[in-house]
Nanobody, 122 residues
C-alpha cells in the first residue's frame, strides 16, 4: 500500500525559510507527478507546486519565485524549499502523488499525505 509521509513543517518568522519533504513508501515502480498543495482555514485547497517524473514543473501563481520544488525519483521523494515566507503562507501543506504505479499492480490516482502545518508568525 502506498503511503505519503511529510516532514519539515513548523513555526517560522516572516522572511524565514522552511524545507518540506515527502516520501512515498510501498512497493512502487514509478510516480508520474509529485507535489504540494496547501489549505488555510476557511479556504479551498490550492496548488503550491507539482513536478513530473520528467522534470516539468508547475507553480501556484502566489509562489512568485519564493518556493522551489525538487524530487528524487529513485527515492520517491519530493521536496519544497520555501523562502521569504509570509504570514499568508500559513496553512496545512499536503503532499500529493498522482499516477502512481505500484510494482505488479495498476496505476493509482491521487494519493495524499496527512499534512504538515506551516505557521509564519512573529
Amino acid at each position: 500500500q502506498v503511503q505519503l509521509v511529510e516532514s519539515g513543517g513548523g513555526l517560522v518568522q516572516p522572511g524565514g525559510s522552511l524545507r518540506l519533504s515527502c516520501v512515498a513508501s510501498g512497493s512502487i515502480h514509478s510516480i508520474y507527478t509529485m507535489g504540494w498543495y496547501r489549505q488555510a482555514p476557511g479556504n479551498e485547497r490550492e496548488l503550491v507546486a507539482v513536478m513530473t517524473e520528467g522534470g516539468e514543473i508547475n507553480y501556484g501563481d502566489f509562489v512568485k519565485g519564493r518556493f522551489t520544488i525538487s524530487r528524487d525519483n529513485a527515492k520517491n521523494t519530493v521536496y519544497l524549499q520555501m523562502n521569504s515566507l509570509k504570514p499568508e503562507d500559513t496553512a496545512v501543506y499536503y503532499c500529493h502523488a498522482d499516477w502512481v504505479l505500484p510494482i505488479g499492480a495498476s496505476y493509482e490516482r491521487h494519493h495524499w499525505g496527512q499534512g504538515t502545518q506551516v505557521t509564519v508568525s512573529s
